[in-house]
């Protein structure tokens, strides 16, 4: 109940594209969704976050769709450019105190954008 | 904003030293901190929590013997791995999260990691 599924496991988009990641969720009681960006040998940066209230949020070229009833989100990069390949990782958290504030991490996307 | 950083960037040890990992929340005063591994092309571990002025909260399999954390300001958190072992090598990454009430409450702020090698 604790997991946030992800997929796909990579993924591979020519310039210009639309990349699509998805994640989908158990406990109903997460309430932040981040999404987190790494690049290879950096740590992960956080690129734009969402709370069940709103069904999506755009943040330049990134959105986030949110989906509660069917516990699923999904990120969109809208015209993926080259400088996009990284991994990308979702995640879900509960409240704020204790164990329940830690993130559980999806197993990451890997994305390549082809020129 | 929101800046976590990690010190040193890159480390190799021998077998049987210990190694610091020193992670700073260089804007933000940071409640709770979070270290975590990651091994080659997966995803983050998390190993253990810990919170300004209490003991660390490990996670189960994490020995806590072996993996000291100190969190003894708001801005900064220690890693030791005592007497390391090849099996050890990876790539450790701390987080912070800020103070609640704030906007960013919930958001974990990553560090840029630190690669450890035991020869």
């Known amino acids: 109940q604790q997991q946030v599924k992800q997929s796909p496991q990579s993924l591979i988009v020519q310039k210009g594209g639309i990349s699509i990641i998805n994640c989908a969720y158990e406990?109903?009681?997460?309430?932040?969704f981040p999404w987190y960006q790494q690049f290879p040998g950096k740590g992960p940066a956080l690129l734009i976050a969402?709370?069940?209230?709103?069904s999506e949020k755009k943040e330049g070229r990134f959105t986030i769709s949110f989906n509660k009833s069917a516990k699923q989100f999904s990120l969109h990069i809208m015209d993926s450019q080259p400088g996009d390949s990284a991994t990308y990782f979702c995640a879900a958290s509960m409240g704020y105190g204790g164990s329940q504030g830690n993130l559980i991490f999806g197993k990451g996307t890997k994305l390549s954008v082809k020129p | 904003g929101a800046v976590v950083s990690q010190h040193p960037s890159r480390v190799i040890c021998k077998s049987g030293t210990s190694v610091k990992i020193e992670c700073r929340s260089l804007d933000f005063q940071a409640t709770t901190m979070f270290w975590y591994r990651q091994f080659p092309k997966k995803s983050l571990m998390l190993m253990a929590t810990?919170?300004?002025?209490?003991?660390?909260?490990?996670e189960q399999g994490v020995e806590k013997d072996k993996f000291l954390i100190n969190h003894a300001s708001l801005t900064l958190s220690t890693l030791t791995v005592t007497s390391a072992h090849p099996e050890d090598s990876s790539f450790y990454i701390c987080?912070?999260?800020?103070?609640?009430?704030?906007?960013?409450?919930?958001?974990?702020?990553f560090g840029p990691g630190t690669r450890l090698t035991v020869l």
């Open positions: 969402i709370r069940p209230d709103v």
């Open positions: 810990s919170n300004e002025g209490s003991k660390a909260t490990y």
């Open positions: 987080s912070a999260r800020a103070l609640p009430g704030l906007a960013t409450g919930d958001t974990q702020y």
């Open positions: 406990n109903t009681a997460f309430d932040y």
